[in-house]
C-alpha cells in the first residue's frame, strides 16, 4: 500500500457534541493545573535569590543533555534507570504527539476541511507518527509496570505514597487502553492501513479473533476512548499533587541554574549577615530559589541514603529525610510560628552526623544539594552558640593556634628534623610551594608522607619550598562545620601570606586542603594552580625525574579519598603512581569516583566516637575482606581513619601514604 493513502480520521467514530465537551474538559483541566500549581512556583519564588541562572542558550542546552537525555539517571541502579527512561520517554512522545494531533484537528478546522482529508496527519508522516507511538505507549507500560512491582515489593529505601499508586495505574491504564482504544478504532473504521499501528492492529487482531463485529466496536470504541479521555485529564489535573510533579522542580533545576561543582559552597560574608540578620538556616525564608525548587525535586527515590556513609553506620542523618523534613515546611512560608529548621525540624545530631563526603549530591540525578542544605543549618548553629564538646573544642583551637590539634606555630616545622627542607624564605625563587597541611605537621603518622614527599622533590630535582611557620590550617574543617568567620581568618592570613611571595602553584597531599585552596580559596582573593601530590609525582615519573625500581612488587589495597575522587575527580594518577612503583592492585568493591568514606570529613575527624560509632565502619570491613596487608592512602584524614579502624578490628595491616610507596621503590633507596 503506497504510504500517500496512509491516514486517519482524527476523532474517529466521536461525534461533534463529544468533541466539544472533551476540550472544554480539557481547558477546565489545564485551569485546575495551573491554579494547582501556582501557589508551589510562587513559593519557589519567594526564596533568596542566588547565583545567576543559565543564559537561554544555556537553559536549552540543559535541557538537551540533562533533562531529556536523562543522562543524570546513570550513576546508581541501572534497571531503575532504564525503566525510569522508558517511562519519561515514552510519556513525552505520548504528550507531543497528542499536542500534534490537536494541532491537526485544529488545522482541518481552520483550513474548513473534513475530518477525514487531513492537513499533515497522512503519508510518509503518517507511516512514522503511529510506530513511534507505539512504541512509546509500550515504553510507558514497560516503566509503569517495573515501578509497581518494585513499589510491591516494599523497597525501604523509597518513600511512599498512596498517590504513587494511583499514579502508576494511571498510567497503566492509559498505555493500554490506548492500545485498546487503537485496536477498536481500526476495526470500527476497517483502516487498509492497520499495519503501520503495529501494536493497535494486534489487538484489532486480537479482538475480531475473539468475535468483536464492527458494530460491537462502533460502540465499545466510544466508551472506551471517554474512559482514556478522563483518566489522562485527571492525570493532568493531578500531576501539581502528586510526585508527577517532580519532572517539573527537576526540569527547572537541572536546566535553569548553574551547575555547581563537588566541594564548593556558597560564601558568607560578615557584612552580608550584618545587612540581613542571617546567619546560615534557619526558616524556610532563608532558603534560595534554588534550594526551594529543589524540595518539590525530591521525588525521595533514596538514592542519596542508598550512598550515605552516616546513614550506613547508624547515625540519624538520611539525605533523603532532611531534604523531605524541609519540604514539608514548604506551605508554611510566609507564615507566622513556622518551627526553627536546625534543631527543630532537623535535629543537631542529624546534622552532626555528615561528613561532607558530597556522596549525595554526586548520585542525585535532578541535582537536589543536600550537603548545602545541611552545611547552611551547619551555620545558624554555629551562630546560634549551639555546638559543644569536642567539635567546639576544635573550632576553638583553630581559632586560637591555626591548626585543629592547639598546638603552637613553633612546632610546625618539628616534622623535618634531619632534613634540609627550604622555606620560602630560604629559597624565594622556588617553582612550586609544598603545602604540609596540620596533619603532616603536628601528626606523627601523617608526618611520614610530608618527609618521604619531601624526600621525592629533592630527588626530582623540584625547586620547592614550605611556608613553614607561617602556614596555618587553611580552615576546610572550619567551614564545612558551619564556622565561616573562622574560616575567614585563617584563609585571610594563608592568602596574604602566598601573596608576599607570589605563589601561583601549590602541591599538597591532603584533598581537604586540596580542595579548600582550589574551591574555598577563590572567595578570599586566594586564586592558584593547585596539584595533589599524586598527580604531581605522576609527571615527575613520566619525565623521567624519579627512576623507580620495580623488583619488588608489592600487591596492595587502595582507598580513593572522598575530596580526591568524587569531589575533584582525581581517579588515574595515584593509580598511575602504584603501577610506576610496581605494585600490584587489587581493587575494592567501592573506588574510584563511587569510593566509600573512611568518616573523617566534614569536621567529623574531630568528634570523639566510639568504635562501634564511628562512620566509615563498612569502609573497614571492606578493607579487612580484601585481606590486603599494605592499604595504601592519599589523605592524612584517611589514614588516621583506617589506621584507628583496622586497629580496633585486630587487622594488622599497615597503611601508608602514596609518597612513602613511591619514596621505597626508588632506585636510590633499593
Request: proline share 4%.
Amino acid at each position: 500500500m503506497p504510504t500517500e493513502t496512509l491516514t486517519r480520521e482524527i476523532f474517529g467514530n466521536i461525534g461533534t457534541v463529544p468533541k466539544t465537551i472533551f476540550y472544554a474538559l480539557a481547558i477546565i483541566t489545564g485551569l485546575i493545573a495551573i491554579k494547582t500549581a501556582w501557589p508551589r512556583i510562587r513559593r519557589w519564588r519567594s526564596g533568596q535569590a542566588g547565583e545567576s541562572r543559565h543564559s537561554a542558550g544555556q537553559t536549552v542546552r540543559a535541557i538537551l543533555a540533562r533533562v531529556l537525555s536523562q543522562s543524570t539517571l546513570d550513576k546508581t541502579r541501572p534497571a531503575a534507570s532504564r525503566a525510569h527512561r522508558c517511562l519519561f520517554g515514552g510519556f513525552a512522545v505520548l504528550t507531543l504527539g497528542t499536542v500534534l494531533i490537536a494541532v491537526e484537528h485544529v488545522a482541518a478546522l481552520l483550513a474548513g476541511r473534513e475530518a477525514d482529508q487531513p492537513v499533515f496527519h497522512k503519508g510518509l508522516y503518517y507511516a512514522i507518527y503511529e510506530p513511534v507511538m507505539d512504541l512509546a505507549g509500550l515504553a510507558v507500560l514497560f516503566g509503569a509496570g517495573w515501578f509497581l512491582v518494585r513499589r510491591r515489593r516494599g523497597d525501604a529505601s523509597i518513600g511512599h505514597r498512596n498517590s504513587d499508586w494511583m499514579v502508576l495505574f494511571a498510567l497503566l491504564f492509559l498505555g493500554g487502553s490506548g492500545f485498546l482504544v487503537e485496536g477498536l478504532r481500526i476495526i470500527e473504521a476497517d483502516s487498509p492501513g492497520r499495519w503501520v499501528s503495529f501494536v493497535g492492529a494486534a489487538v484489532a487482531g486480537a479482538l475480531e479473533s475473539a468475535g468483536v463485529t464492527r458494530e460491537a466496536a462502533v460502540i465499545v470504541h466510544q466508551l472506551t476512548w471517554w474512559l482514556h479521555a478522563v483518566v489522562a485529564l485527571g492525570l493532568l489535573a493531578a500531576v501539581p499533587s502528586t510526585r508527577l510533579w517532580h519532572a517539573i522542580a527537576g526540569g527547572v533545576l537541572l536546566s535553569r541554574h548553574p551547575e555547581r561543582p563537588l566541594g564548593t559552597m556558597t560564601a558568607v560574608t560578615i557584612e552580608d549577615v550584618e545587612a540581613t540578620g542571617v546567619f546560615g538556616i534557619s526558616q524556610m525564608e532563608h532558603l534560595a530559589v534554588r534550594q526551594l525548587v529543589s524540595l518539590d525535586a525530591c521525588v525521595s527515590c533514596g538514592r542519596c541514603q542508598d550512598e550515605c556513609p552516616a546513614h550506613a553506620a547508624g547515625k540519624p542523618l538520611s539525605p533523603r529525610q532532611v531534604v523531605q523534613d524541609l519540604a514539608g515546611q514548604l506551605r508554611g512560608i510566609g507564615s507566622d510560628g513556622t518551627p526553627a529548621l536546625a534543631g527543630g525540624v532537623v535535629s543537631e545530631d542529624t546534622l552532626w552526623s555528615c561528613t561532607t563526603c558530597s556522596a549525595c549530591v554526586e548520585v542525585c540525578p535532578l541535582g537536589v544539594d543536600p550537603l548545602e542544605l545541611i552545611t547552611g543549618m551547619r551555620r545558624h548553629l554555629i551562630g546560634a552558640g549551639a555546638v559543644r564538646g569536642p567539635a567546639a573544642a576544635a573550632l576553638q583551637k583553630l581559632g586560637r593556634s591555626g591548626n585543629p590539634w592547639g598546638l603552637p606555630p613553633e612546632q610546625r616545622m618539628d616534622w623535618t628534623e634531619g632534613l634540609e627542607v627550604p622555606t620560602v624564605d630560604d629559597q624565594p625563587d622556588f617553582e612550586v610551594l609544598y603545602w604540609v597541611g596540620c596533619a603532616a605537621a603536628y601528626d606523627r603518622q601523617s608526618r611520614r608522607t610530608a618527609r618521604a614527599m619531601v624526600r621525592l622533590l629533592q630527588v626530582a630535582g623540584v625547586r620547592f619550598a614550605v611556608l613553614g611557620e607561617r602556614e596555618r590550617c587553611t580552615g576546610e574543617s572550619a567551614r564545612r562545620m558551619g564556622e565561616e568567620f573562622v574560616f575567614a581568618e585563617l584563609a585571610a592570613h594563608n592568602v596574604k601570606e602566598l601573596g608576599r611571595h607570589d605563589v601561583t602553584s601549590i602541591v599538597t597531599h591532603c584533598p581537604h586542603c586540596l580542595n579548600s585552596l582550589k574551591h574555598d580559596y577563590p572567595d578570599a582573593g586566594g586564586h592558584y594552580e593547585v596539584i595533589h601530590h599524586s598527580e604531581f609525582l605522576s609527571t615527575l615519573v613520566d619525565e623521567g625525574r624519579l627512576q623507580v625500581d620495580r623488583s619488588s612488587a608489592e600487591k596492595v589495597t587502595f582507598h580513593d579519598p572522598c575530596y580526591l575522587a568524587r569531589v575533584n575527580g582525581i581517579v588515574d594518577a595515584p593509580r598511575d603512581v602504584l603501577a610506576a612503583a610496581g605494585a600490584e592492585l587489587d581493587e575494592l568493591p567501592r573506588h574510584g569516583c563511587r569510593t566509600a568514606c573512611c568518616g573523617g570529613g566534614g569536621g567529623r575527624m574531630w568528634l570523639d566516637d566510639g568504635p562501634e560509632d564511628r562512620v566509615g565502619r563498612d569502609r573497614v570491613n571492606e578493607i579487612t575482606a580484601a585481606g590486603a596487608e599494605t592499604v595504601v592512602v592519599s589523605c592524612p584524614f584517611c589514614r588516621t581513619m583506617i589506621g584507628d579502624g583496622l586497629a580496633t578490628e585486630g587487622h594488622s595491616a599497615n597503611v601508608v601514604d602514596l609518597a612513602e610507596v613511591l619514596f621505597e621503590s626508588l632506585e636510590e633507596t633499593g
